[in-house]
């Protein structure tokens, strides 16, 4: 099964960016599930107030949704988020642990899993909008968004050429032309990536 995720700090456009490219890779006639973000599930506070047991639900989730996408028999599965973003946010608060930094191990090792990442940065432009979930505070946003960058730089001084990682900003997922081109940038990464496997 190939694995793409979509990551970065909250209300930069993720969730928007998996279903243009799930509906892109539906008319495409591949059958591809959309993973849906797992911290929206997590019976433990989240945002500011995250506890260890936040981070290992979420991480745990996420990975076993991933899985059963696979035993499922899906082509294409598009996560939003990975196991990778949830440790960020309880390193943030300062309320990590010895097994979320052992999940944070787990999650590095995971990010060879995937076909292809999608980091997404939140445009100055595009403002938060409150959903219920979603933190609004534009400083822990931004701070935040600091955490995730330096997460895909060790991804990449970790796993080099072996991981495909694709940057772009919220606003190019807000414009038409913008929007294509960068699927159509992700796509063509993809189809010369392999399918993804953890043996």
């Known amino acids: 099964m190939l694995k793409m995720c979509v990551l970065g700090t909250h209300g930069s456009a993720k969730t928007s960016l998996v279903y243009k490219l799930a509906a892109f890779y539906k008319m495409k006639g591949i059958n591809v599930t959309v993973i849906h973000e797992t911290a929206r599930k997590s019976p433990f506070p989240l945002n500011t107030n995250v506890i260890p047991q936040t981070t290992i639900h979420v991480m745990s989730l996420q990975i076993q949704k991933e899985l059963e996408a696979e035993a499922q028999g899906f082509e294409l599965a598009i996560s939003d988020r990975s196991p990778g973003d949830a440790p960020i946010y309880i390193h943030h608060s300062g309320k990590g642990n010895e097994l979320t930094e052992k999940m944070e191990e787990l999650a590095m090792l995971w990010t ?45 001084r970790l796993h080099g050429n072996d991981v495909n990682i694709v940057e772009a900003e919220s606003s190019q997922i807000f414009d038409n032309i913008e929007c294509s081109r960068l699927i159509t940038k992700i796509d063509e990464v993809l189809e010369k990536t392999e399918v993804s496997s953890i043996s």
Do not use: H
Not at 125 to 152: H, S, T
């Open 112 to 156: 060879k899993t995937y076909s292809v990442m999608v980091y997404l940065e939140p445009s100055e432009d595009i403002e938060l909008i409150g959903d219920g979930i979603r933190a609004e505070d534009k400083d822990y946003q931004l701070a935040i968004r600091d955490d995730f960058r330096v997460l895909i730089n060790n991804i990449k």
